[in-house]
Structure formats: structure tokens, C-alpha cells
């Protein structure tokens, strides 16, 4: 699996306006409402899954990023957001620092594979220094995709 199958290409949100996690998560879960990613689902209700399972567990995973994920039963298919904070948002990180890049996954309730898949595919990227590190300094949409294709040819890990 590939980032460019799960993320939404017009949900990617260079400049996030959010200062607290709750404010980034609702941010990108609107982004995928107004691409079309979510179908009919409210994205009320999928703000508040996100944020109920922020709260038994942090995921900000440290090195300036976050991967708050759900899975929920309104959803068809899995579906990526990718934001970026200039000034950095407390995520309650492991190694208490700001997060930069939020990758925001949803998947469906019925396919837990495709689910462990996408998020493989997530930290596997995440991993890698230099793709964190052009995520983090990506100003522009198009600096986003572009990132998110190199990761998939290879390029830049």
C-alpha cells in the first residue's frame, strides 16, 4: 500500500489554523467533509471518535508528529488528511515536544487489515527522516503531494 491510496489530495492543509490538537483534528476531519472523502458521514461524529481516542492514548508518536486514527463505522473506506502546523501543537507527545505534521487516518469498522496496512504504510514513511523533515517544511499543497509521491517511489528516505 501506498500513501497516495489513502491520502486525500484535496484535504492536504499546508498551513493549519488549529493551536490545540482538538482544533488540528477538527480541521482535517472538515478538510476530508469538504473533499468529498467522507460520503454522508457527519463529521461531527467523527471529530468526537477521533478526540475520544486521543484521549485514552496520545499519538503523537514524538519527533514532531501526530497520527490520531479512528476507525468507525460510518466510513466505506480508509481515507488520510495531512495537515501542518508553522508554530507547532501540543499532542501530549511522548517526547513532550510540539507536533509539526498531523497525519489524520479514518478507516471502517469491518476491515482491520486494510486498516494495520495503512498505518504500516504511515509510520514506515514517518520513520524516515528526511521524509519527516520535508513534510514538516512543505509550505504549499503541491509540496505536500510531491512529498507524499517521492515516499512512494522511494525518493527522499
Known amino acids: 500500500m501506498k500513501l497516495a491510496d ?8 499546508p498551513q493549519l489554523k488549529a493551536t490545540t490538537r482538538d482544533e ?10 469538504r473533499a468529498g472523502c467522507l ?10 471518535a477521533v478526540i475520544k481516542r486521543e484521549n485514552e492514548a496520545s499519538t503523537g508518536i ?9 476507525k ?28 509539526y505534521s498531523v497525519i489524520l487516518l479514518l478507516s471502517p469498522t469491518d476491515n482491520a487489515d486494510k486498516h494495520l496496512q495503512a498505518m ?7 520513520n524516515k527522516e528526511d521524509f519527516r523533515r520535508f513534510l514538516r517544511h512543505s509550505q504549499t499543497v503541491d509540496q505536500i503531494r510531491e512529498t507524499i509521491l517521492d515516499a512512494d517511489d522511494g525518493i527522499g528516505g
Not at 468507525?72 to 513532550?96: M, N, Q, T, W, Y
Not at 504500516?120 to 514517518?126: K, P, Q, R, S
Request: charged share 25%.
Open 6 to 13: 489513502i491520502v486525500c489530495f484535496d484535504a492536504l492543509l
Open 24 to 33: 488540528a483534528i477538527t480541521e482535517l476531519v472538515e478538510a476530508l467533509q
Open 39 to 48: 460520503g454522508k458521514t457527519q463529521s461531527r461524529d467523527i471529530v468526537k
Open 62 to 70: 514524538g519527533k514532531g508528529v501526530a497520527v490520531p486514527h479512528v
Open 72 to 99: 468507525h463505522p460510518s466510513l466505506k473506506e480508509i481515507v488520510a488528511a495531512v495537515g501542518r502546523s508553522e508554530k507547532g501543537i501540543d499532542f501530549v507527545s511522548l517526547d513532550k515536544q510540539p507536533v
Open 120 to 126: 504500516e504504510t504511515i509510520f514506515g514513511n514517518l
